[in-house]
Structure formats: structure tokens, C-alpha cells
């Protein structure tokens, strides 16, 4: 039969021979007889632990496990080990390593084992018992070491796994930890620059208001002067009306004089059509200011508004930067801790 260099050196260790596999084998018929009444006992044992019971109850049965159990306790009779022996124990350490059965555990119920078996085989073997025990308790050993070496293996395999899904996690990390530094390295420069063109807004805002305050000012200055031109040419118009008037009465000798009267009269009634136009021009640039006014007040509101927004904004980026530093703090600790 073929068995690796490694286990048969664990074998020779433990002092497993072929004289014990043979004494097993030897009482197949003897621990057939027993082998429900151990199972019974042990699962009696096995499930008054809550916690093993839930387990047994989330993967399997109890009847179908104490027909596995069983099979297992019959196994101890085998003619000799061989790498399948091996293998097929190892399979089942895996199995149990998965389903979550801990290794104190799964060491402990060897000692219970072995503990229901012997007073059994007392009964069984009365004459070579102690032998039948310390076999059957070499061939427990020898699981038990396979078990241990099977739950080293799932878990390197497990601490291997959680390597790479760190090492996996630390490069999303990474990537997300650059990505996001220069998308906040954008952000913070755009929101700067909309601060600044905000409130260089607010500040233009402001000047071409102080101007079209002047500039009304200045109008209303002219409104003034045109007020007084008015009063002029109507002055002028009564006066050329007044010799128009003299003229009259002075007969042929007022002639020359009631002509200059008339186009002083034509001048004064012009004069005064050109100052209604002009007040009437006026009246206009000074609706169009106001209005100009108003829309520049609103603009100057919109503008500090969106100032404020904008420092905000500049306040909520340099937050997330200072989150990024973290981050990549994080991410430079995990990787120093390998």
C-alpha cells in the first residue's frame, strides 16, 4: 500500500504499526456490535452544547450524521493506511474547518470517542481490551494530526485570501484616494477662481452703480438747466408778443419791428419745442436708469450670493482635502503594516 515519506514518519512517530492496524482489523465483528450504541452516545453528548447542536442543525441531521459517524468508527478497522486514507480524511477536516467546527472542539470529541469506546470494548474484548484501546487511540491520534494540518492549510488559505482582498481593497484605495485628491485639487481651483470672479463681480457691480448714480445726478443737473432755458423762452415769447403788440399800434413806423418781433416769437416757440423734446429725451435715459439701477442692484445681490456659495463651496473642498490626507494616511499605515 502506498503511503508519502511524511505520514509514514508521523506514523513511526506516534508508534503506529502494522501489528495495530491488523489487531483492528481483527475486530470488525467486535466493533460492528458496538459501533450504534458509541454513535448514540456520543450524539447524546455532541448535542447537549447548544452551539454544536445548532451547527449539526444548519448543515446537516442527526441521523444522517450518525450514519457517517459510524461509517467513520467502522473505518478504524481498515487493513492498513495508504495515501487514500489520507486523502479521504483530509477531506472530511475540510468540510468541517468550512462549516465553522473549531479545532478545540473537533479535538475534543476524539477524547470522547475513545472514552465511550472503551467501555465498550471492555465488554467486546474482555481479554486483549487495553490492547484494542491503545490502537484504536494511535489511530485517533493520527486523524487528529491530519485534522490540525488540514485547519493550518484553510487557514493560510484564509489569511492569503484576506491578503489579497487587502491588498485588492488598498489598490481601490489608492486609485480612489489619487482620483479624488485631483478631482478636489480641480474643484478647489475652480471654486477659488469662482469666489474671486464673484466678488470681483460684486465689486464691478457696485462701481457701475456709483456711476449710474452719478450719471443721474448729473442728469437731473440738466433737467434743471433745461428748466430754466424753458423759463427763458417763455419769457423771450411774451416779450416778442408784448412788441409784436407796439408794433401794431405804432402803424407803419413798427413795421421792421413787429418782424423781429415775429421771429423772436418763431425762435422762442422753437426754443420751447426743443426743451419739451429735450425733458422728454431725459425723462427716458432717466427711466432707462433707473431701471439700469435696479438690474445692477439685483446682479450685485446674485453676486454676493453667489460669492457666499462660493466660499462654501471652498470651505465644503477643503474639508474633503483634509478627508483625502486621512485616507491616504490610512492607506500608507496598512501598507507599512504589510
Known amino acids: 500500500m ?33 459501533a450504534d450504541a458509541v454513535t448514540d452516545e456520543l450524539y447524546r453528548r455532541v448535542t447537549a452544547r447548544p452551539e454544536l447542536k445548532a451547527m449539526i442543525e444548519r448543515h446537516s441531521t442527526i441521523d444522517r450524521l450518525k450514519q457517517t459517524q459510524r461509517a467513520y468508527f467502522m473505518s478504524m478497522c481498515t487493513e492498513g493506511i495508504d495515501d487514500a486514507y489520507i486523502e479521504h480524511r483530509m477531506r472530511v477536516g475540510r468540510i468541517h474547518s468550512r462549516i465553522g467546527l473549531t479545532t478545540h472542539w473537533y479535538l475534543g470529541t476524539y477524547m470522547i470517542y475513545l472514552d465511550l469506546a472503551v467501555a465498550h470494548l471492555r465488554q467486546v474484548c474482555p481479554d486483549d481490551w487495553m490492547d484494542v484501546t491503545l490502537a484504536l487511540s494511535k489511530m485517533f491520534n493520527l486523524d487528529s494530526q491530519i485534522v490540525l494540518e488540514v485547519y493550518q492549510e484553510e487557514e493560510k488559505a484564509k489569511v492569503e485570501r484576506l491578503a489579497e482582498e487587502r491588498g485588492g481593497m488598498l489598490s481601490v484605495i489608492t486609485s480612489s484616494v489619487q482620483e479624488l485628491s485631483a478631482m478636489m485639487t480641480q474643484l478647489g481651483t475652480s471654486s477659488r477662481s469662482a469666489a474671486d ?17 452719478e450719471l443721474e445726478h448729473e442728469i437731473h443737473e440738466i433737467s434743471e438747466i433745461g428748466s430754466v432755458m424753458r423759463e427763458l423762452s417763455d419769457r423771450t415769447h411774451l416779450l416778442g408778443l408784448n412788441a409784436a403788440i407796439e408794433a401794431a399800434r405804432a402803424g407803419e413806423y413798427g413795421r421792421g419791428f413787429e418782424v423781429v418781433a415775429g421771429e423772436v416769437r418763431k425762435l422762442a416757440a422753437s426754443s420751447k419745442e426743443s426743451l419739451d423734446e429735450v425733458h422728454r429725451k431725459l425723462d427716458q435715459i432717466r427711466q432707462s436708469i433707473r431701471t439700469a439701477v435696479e438690474i445692477s442692484e439685483q446682479s450685485a445681490e446674485y453676486a454676493g450670493r453667489q460669492a457666499a456659495v462660493a466660499e462654501e463651496l471652498n470651505a465644503y473642498v477643503q474639508m474633503i482635502e483634509r478627508v483625502v490626507a486621512e485616507l491616504e494616511s490610512l492607506r500608507e499605515s496598512a501598507v507599512a503594516q504589510g
Open 2 to 34: 502506498k503511503l508519502s515519506a511524511k505520514w509514514q514518519q508521523m506514523m513511526d512517530y506516534i508508534g503506529l504499526t502494522d501489528a495495530d492496524t491488523t489487531l483492528l482489523h481483527g475486530k470488525t465483528a467486535e466493533f460492528d456490535k458496538i
Open 197 to 213: 470672479n464673484a466678488r470681483q463681480s460684486v465689486l464691478a457691480q457696485e462701481r457701475s452703480g456709483a456711476s449710474i448714480r
